[in-house]
């Protein structure tokens, strides 16, 4: 671990693993500890990965303002990053809810970014959300696994908007391709490493402004990547195009049987894709 400081004096840590160029990673959550990001499926075989803690997760300490753990306001934590580490120009990865602090961040900085990677993202940013029938698709893809049956009451609370955190526990399964031993580790791992703060003010009112991000990514010259699961409840692949459509140079990759975490639920195919586009740049 070593860390930095923010531009507010906020102490932040950072996880290093692997050799060769760094790429820069933001774990999602929103605001959950970078911990379950792991290597990224072996990824670090092939890069440098430089996995950072938000602030108030993992080891970066707490802001003295909690309203700076607003996705906007977080983007020049990753500027201080960089400076720190003394690069020109890099190539970002970020997750899930992280996908809107990586747009902008590159809305912000385009000339910062060489390549952008958004792994199974949110697009708020842009103004893209994840419908409701979509969820619902994902969700019925997988009516064939032994344990389906055993949500219904969970899917039937989620669905109606009377949702107890017990219910939205029974539809952790949905988050993984396979929900087998290792799913349920991976999942265990996690516990307890979200800033419930941080999380409800990361979306707050300000956050995005979908129409000037859209404007000021019209400059991203860089590649962006954006990898979605085949089942998994959102982006859903359809999702992920229309995301790509509103970027210069986006393409993307549908990994089959995957869900929200694809590193690990196919690590092999995980690494050709990513280590492909990364090595195209």
Not at 46 to 56: C, S
Not at 218 to 245: K, M, S
Request: with cysteine; hydrophobic share 40%; charged share 25%.
């Amino acid at each position: 671990m070593t860390t930095f400081t923010a531009p507010d004096g906020t102490t932040l840590a950072f996880h290093v693993s692997g050799e060769g160029e760094p790429l820069i990673c933001l774990p999602g959550g929103p605001m959950c500890a970078s911990a379950y990001l792991g290597d990224l499926g072996g990824l670090s075989k092939h890069r440098k990965l430089v996995i950072l803690d938000l602030r108030g997760t993992g080891d970066s300490a707490l802001p003295a303002d909690p309203a700076t753990y607003r996705c906007d306001r977080q983007v020049e934590d990753v500027e201080a990053l960089r400076r720190h580490l003394g690069l020109e120009h890099f190539d970002l990865l970020a997750h899930s809810a992280s996908g809107d602090l990586a747009l902008l961040y590159a809305a912000r900085y385009p000339e910062r970014i060489r390549s952008l990677v958004l792994l199974t993202p949110r697009a708020r940013a842009l103004g893209v959300d994840f419908p409701v029938e979509g969820r619902k698709e994902a969700v019925a893809l997988r009516a064939g696994e032994p344990w389906f049956e055993d949500t219904r009451q969970a899917r039937e609370a989620v669905w109606g908007g009377t949702a107890t955190e017990a219910d939205w526990d029974a539809m952790a399964a949905f988050g993984y391709g396979r929900w087998d031993e290792a799913a349920r580790a991976h999942l265990e791992s996690s516990t307890g490493q979200y800033n419930d703060e941080a999380a409800l003010l990361f979306a707050s009112d300000g956050a995005f402004d979908p129409q000037e991000t859209r404007a000021a990514l019209t400059a991203l010259a860089a590649p962006v990547l954006i990898v979605a699961g085949d089942v998994d409840t959102g982006p859903r692949p359809e999702t992920a195009r229309e995301i790509a459509e509103l970027l210069p140079k986006a393409e993307v990759a549908v990994q089959a049987r995957a869900a929200h975490y694809p590193w690990l639920d196919d690590a092999e195919a995980f690494n050709r894709t990513v280590g492909d586009f990364l090595n195209r740049r």
